[in-house]
């Protein structure tokens, strides 16, 4: 079952510097089957690659939309870190 991200995180407007700490805080407070959905202006596939060296198997990615002015990902909490 599919469920509707209960966070959108929004990071067109926010300082570059503060993205990633912001997406991660985000991120780390999601309980195993929660998600959260991310909107940027450019393709985060950097922020991916980031994900897998901290995070592994613990999350699922989906590119919902691919710019050119917008990218749309859903990141899934598959697991944690602790369970």
């Known amino acids: 079952m599919t469920t509707t991200p209960q966070t ?8 570059p510097r ?5 997406i991660f805080g985000t991120f780390s407070r999601l ?3 929660e ?3 991310l909107l940027n202006d450019h393709d985060p596939k950097p ?6 060296a901290e995070y592994g198997g613990e999350f699922r990615w989906e590119y919902l939309e691919s710019g050119p002015d917008l990218w749309r ?4 909490r598959i697991a944690s870190c602790c369970a």
């Open 35 to 37: 998600a959260l959905l």
């Open 8 to 15: 959108t995180v929004d990071v067109r407007t926010i300082a």
């Open 18 to 22: 503060d993205r990633h700490p912001l």
């Open 47 to 52: 922020l991916y690659n980031q994900f897998l």
């Open 73 to 76: 990902v859903r990141i899934d």
């Open 31 to 33: 309980l195993p089957g």
